[in-house]
């Protein structure tokens, strides 16, 4: 086998590998989505630990396909199915928010344990793990690090380079040369005890040897010297030999890394990151093709079917005027655009029905005419305040009454459910059943290119073609009905009125919205940020570096009425949930239930700083620093300071994502600061001036 062939072949198990985890996936968010929606309306549960019940496993569900969806986006090329993907995977990250607001509703608390709920699952912690999605950066890279090169420049125009290479050259340290420190420290403090008491012995045998060197000293045999000697370097050989078997025993049960891999990663490593490196350059490459083959194919359709469309489209509507004037004896109003144009015409229906439908929108308009010049006039008022009052009593009549039927809970209404329904929908309608083999570099498919832009196209001549019959239609009446458009003056007038009251609105969000910062540019309002210190670039740190372990115990001590203290593992869950997801995905910010903060409480060394800027790193969002001591002193007066936050919020609003952290935010409450925090502050400027450097 060439190796041209081995890397086709291999490519095609990488395509049919994540197809399958994509048709999986599928599989089982078709049975979740049978689940949501049952044939017969469920009844309203009572027992609330069921209900906790039927959510946590909804929950974990999702965050099964979650995992699989995400996998599948970031691995395959194809940049069709990739949109398919993504689709379905904002869909289903924004259900799963909507599930963790629902269980937090229910049980008056953030954290939850699912211990019981995984093994009947049987499933691992691990699977509880919150996966990131990679795009939230990676799409995103060539603004993150022009953005990375302003701020590089900025400051160094400022001056502030050393503060900047202090900052970004933190040393960071894995588990396991983390536990080889601890290891040699604590060995070492061993060797310092063990070294005073063998010096106590020495010290007490020399001096019993003082009292016998008056004794003769005896010599030994040459055989039995020669014994001794083999003892102790066989005994000292054997353990060299034992201690070397050991590791390698625990290197190859995987419980010690190898020096090897320690210096330079393996072969595998390697491979596997040449592998990804060129799956991204081909993903980057096919992107780049369909972009240019939607210019191209829209063109060609537009060329070669546009016409074709405008005539038929004409005789349509043509036939559309003689059928209605044949059924109605004058020729139909054409609809609004807000209506829908020609589209409303052909939605199959007779001529006698679009044309009953026109005249019962006539008369629905004249109607409120009317009611409208009687509001004017002052008419019926007392009658118009009865009918509200009995229309208002009856409603809430009405939803005493249901509310007394049905007590209970029931799952409330999704905004995320009809993405995820549509995107499932799409995939059995154009994937499922589609033959690729033969599509081995997975590019685009042209015939699903063309039949998109072909309902483009004919969406734009459609809008074209009703302009043109509107005018036609004028004209049919003008010269056959000769009717005069009077309406013409009406509409003029209400045009004149609706004209007024948007100034009106517009005036007074002027008087709302003032910019204090108007006559400067986002470069000035960036750069003066940076140099005052309160845009600050965030630490490269990971989610998954702050390590915790997850709570085996949880649900068993709240049956017992003891409330759980929260894991690690947790904090790390609420922090990619309410934080990381919102904020690397616009589509599930805008739907999903809206958390405008998180507060991060603790005492010093639990890394809450961290979790900021983990939480900076994995959507790539810019860092405001707004912490108290960070201000003193910058900004004073209450003019400056609302000054200073409109620059921010400004500047965060152009440049999104953004977190805005204020540490030791209690501090800002203080009327004078205490003692014992005093004598801390200057413990701690001392410490960390004798751990610098030089």
């Known amino acids: 086998m060439t190796t041209s062939e081995h890397n086709k072949s291999q490519r095609r198990g990488m395509v049919g590998s994540y197809t399958r985890m994509w048709v999986q996936a599928h599989g089982a968010l078709e049975d979740l989505l049978v689940d949501e929606h049952p044939p017969t ?19 974990l ?37 909507e599930l963790k607001n ?6 008056f608390s953030e954290f939850h344990y699912f211990d019981d709920v995984l093994q009947d699952l049987k499933l691992t912690p691990e699977d509880l793990e919150v996966p990131i999605p990679q795009y939230f950066v990676r799409e995103k890279m060539r603004v993150l690090r022009d953005r990375q090169k302003m701020l590089a420049h900025v400051m160094a125009k400022g001056g502030h380079i050393e503060q900047v290479e202090q900052e970004v050259s933190v040393q960071t340290m894995c588990l396991e040369e983390a536990v080889r420190v601890l290891q040699v420290c604590e060995r070492a403090r061993q060797g310092r005890l063990r070294h005073r008491f063998m010096k106590e012995i020495r010290q007490a045998e020399e001096e019993g040897s003082q009292a016998k060197s008056q004794t003769p000293i005896s010599t030994l045999d040459p055989d039995q010297a020669a014994t001794c000697i083999q003892k102790v370097w066989r005994g000292y050989s054997q353990r060299k030999r034992t201690r070397r078997e050991r590791l390698e025993e625990m290197i190859f049960l995987g419980m010690v890394p190898p020096e090897q891999q320690q210096q330079r990663p ?128 009856q409603k809430k009549g009405g939803k005493e009454e249901g509310e007394e039927e049905e007590k209970g809970w029931k799952m409330p209404p999704s905004n995320f459910l009809p993405t995820v ?83 009106k609105g517009s005036k007074k969000k002027k008087k709302k919205e003032k910019d204090l910062t108007a006559d400067r540019t986002l470069e000035s309002l960036y750069e003066e940020l940076v140099l005052e210190g309160f845009l600050i670039r965030p630490l490269n740190i990971k989610l998954s570096e702050y390590i915790g372990e997850f709570s085996y115990l949880g649900t068993t001590l709240r049956q017992a009425d003891i409330e759980p203290m929260p894991s690690l593992s947790d904090v790390r869950q609420l922090i990619a949930l309410y934080g990381i997801l919102p904020l690397g995905s616009q589509s599930v910010h805008q739907k999903a239930p809206l958390m405008k903060t998180l507060l991060l409480a603790g005492p010093g060394g639990v890394g809450k700083r961290m979790l900021v800027h983990a939480l900076c790193t994995e959507t790539g969002a810019n860092l405001f620093n707004l912490s108290p001591r960070n201000l003193a002193g910058k900004y004073p007066g209450r003019s400056c300071l609302q000054y200073l936050l409109h620059m921010v919020f400004k500047v965060a609003r152009q440049l999104q994502p953004s977190v805005i952290w204020i540490g030791d935010a209690e501090k800002t409450f203080y009327k004078k600061v205490p003692k014992l925090e005093k004598e801390v502050a200057v413990v701690n400027e001392i410490l960390f001036s004798t751990s610098l450097p030089g």
């Open 266 to 393: 393996s072969v595998a490593q390697l491979k596997a990151q040449q592998v990804e490196t060129t799956r991204r350059l081909v993903q980057e490459e096919n992107e780049a093709e369909y972009q240019r083959a939607l210019v191209s194919i829209k063109e060609s359709v537009r060329a070669v079917d546009g016409p074709d469309l405008r005539e038929t489209l004409q005789e349509q509507i043509r036939q559309w005027f003689i059928e209605c004037r044949d059924a109605t004896g004058k020729f139909p109003d054409f609809p609004n655009a807000e209506d829908g144009g020609s589209t409303a015409i052909f939605a199959q229906k007779t001529p006698d029905q679009v044309a009953a439908e026109l005249a019962a929108k006539e008369e629905e308009k004249k109607r409120k005419d009317n009611i409208n010049k009687d509001k004017k006039g002052g008419k019926d008022r007392k009658d118009q305040k009865k009918d509200k009052k009995r229309r208002s009593k």
């Open 61 to 97: 569900k999702y965050l099964q396909i979650f995992r699989s969806l995400e996998a599948v986006y970031d691995q395959i090329v194809h940049p069709q199915k990739r949109r398919m993907v993504r689709h379905v995977l904002d869909g289903v990250m924004g259900r799963i928010l």
């Open 421 to 503: 329904v549509e995107g499932n929908k799409m995939y059995k309608d154009v994937w499922q059943g589609r033959d690729e083999t033969q599509n081995f570099l997975q590019r685009f498919d042209a015939q699903l290119v063309r039949e998109e832009k072909r309902l483009e196209v004919e969406e734009e001549v459609r809008v074209q073609v009703d302009e043109l019959m509107r005018q036609e239609v004028k004209n049919l009446k003008l010269a056959v009905d000769r009717e005069k458009g009077k309406k013409k003056k009406k509409g003029k007038k209400g045009g004149k009125k609706k004209k007024k009251k948007g100034k």
């Open 41 to 59: 309306a469920p009844r309203p549960l009572k027992d609330r630990l069921q209900v906790f019940q039927g959510l946590a496993t909804f929950y």
């Open 102 to 107: 629902e269980m937090v509703e229910l049980e």
